[in-house]
């Protein structure tokens, strides 16, 4: 919907670490819960992490101790900082602002040697 812009994937090794980026404007991002999604080939999109407007985190089981979300007010940007990555967490990540209902474009992670 032209609100969220996603930024920050690619490929990157076993173990290795990224960051993704979602930019959006400002009347979304200010009321908005905002979260991280990811849909593998064949597979279902699935919720990866959430973050409250005030900067309460929710993550799933997969993603804990490895992943972290955190949102940057002033720059109207949510972050997922992905570490010890996997190859099975390769698939196109998907920034969502829950109170729209917005998606992102999303972008592709691609975890391989």
């Known amino acids: 919907q032209g609100q969220l812009v996603e930024s920050g994937g690619g490929l990157v090794q076993p173990g290795g670490s990224l960051r993704l980026s979602c930019a959006a404007s400002?009347?979304?991002?200010?009321?908005?819960?905002m979260g991280w999604y990811r849909q593998a080939p064949g597979k279902q999109r699935e919720l990866v992490s959430r973050?409250?407007?005030?900067?309460?985190?929710t993550y799933e089981d997969f993603a804990k101790g490895r992943f972290t979300i955190s949102r940057d007010n002033t720059k109207n940007t949510v972050y997922l900082q992905m570490n010890s990555l996997k190859p099975e967490d390769t698939a196109v990540y998907y920034c969502?602002?829950?109170?729209?209902?917005?998606w992102g474009q999303g972008i592709q992670v691609t975890v391989s040697s």
């Open positions: 969502h602002a829950f109170a729209f209902s917005y």
């Open positions: 400002l009347n979304v991002f200010s009321v908005s819960p």
């Open positions: 973050i409250s407007t005030g900067g309460t985190t």
